[in-house]
């Protein structure tokens, strides 16, 4: 199942709202998780089954959607924010990830 | 608290096989509804999903390897490992071993491992 998510890059302030998007090419019946990956760093998941998020993670990240097309919001934008984020389909094996979004602070 | 931990040459030459090992401190593999999984990373094909093995045994792998795959688990050693075979610098990339939950998230991630392909 092709995943695809965008942007592909973007720049945020401290203090910005920012949503970033995945779109799959089948419904996938809500089996969509979400990633962080800090520079040098393994990803780290932050949100399971589309919109619950993973203990420990900031509530400040959040997930939205459904069937095909889903969400990740970071509400209040921080510096320690900066990452490369990921979705992944876990629908139907072989589990896909889409190309990710870089995000920078301006 | 489950941790993992990738082992394993760095450095596998050309139409040879690749062999890492993920060592599990925290928890038992042989316990609970899981998958232990191999998950690569390269610059040119972003995150690519290898393939798991399940507490009970039984395995999947992604077909776009060709066949080239076999996942195993060592429960004496709580260890699982990876065999690549015929390997290409196509293969070349960050290999991470992790846990899949019962909610079929990955969590937790090993630190990752390079593996350059290269004569």
């Known amino acids: 199942i092709q995943v695809t998510q965008s942007p592909s890059s973007l720049s945020a302030s401290v203090g910005d709202r920012v949503t970033i998007t995945c779109r799959a090419g089948?419904?996938?019946?809500?089996?969509l998780n979400w990633y962080q990956q800090k520079p040098g760093e393994a990803p780290k998941l932050l949100i399971y089954?589309?919109?619950s998020l993973q203990g420990g993670v900031p509530s400040r990240f959040s997930g939205s959607g459904s069937a095909t097309d889903f969400t990740l919001t970071i509400n209040s934008v921080q510096p320690e924010d900066v990452a490369t984020y990921y979705c992944?389909?876990?629908?139907?094996?072989?589990?896909?990830f889409g190309q990710g979004t870089k995000l920078e602070i301006k | 608290q489950v941790q993992l931990q990738e082992s394993g040459p760095g450095l596998v030459k050309p139409s040879q096989t690749l062999s890492l090992t993920c060592n599990v401190s925290g928890g038992s593999i042989s316990r609970g509804n899981y998958y232990w999984t191999w998950i690569r990373q390269s610059a040119g094909k972003g995150l690519e999903w290898i393939g798991r093995i399940h507490t009970g045994g039984s395995t999947n792998y992604n077909p776009s390897l060709g066949g080239r795959v076999t996942i195993s688990s060592d429960s004496s050693k709580n260890q699982f490992s990876l065999k690549l075979t015929s390997v290409t610098a196509a293969d070349t990339a960050v290999y991470y071993c992790?846990?899949?939950?019962?909610?079929?998230?990955?969590?937790?991630w090993g630190q990752g491992t390079l593996v350059t392909v290269s004569s």
């Open positions: 089948q419904n996938l019946n809500n089996y």
């Open positions: 992790a846990r899949t939950l019962f909610n079929l998230a990955v969590d937790p």
């Open positions: 089954g589309a919109s």
């Open positions: 992944q389909q876990t629908y139907s094996t072989p589990y896909t």
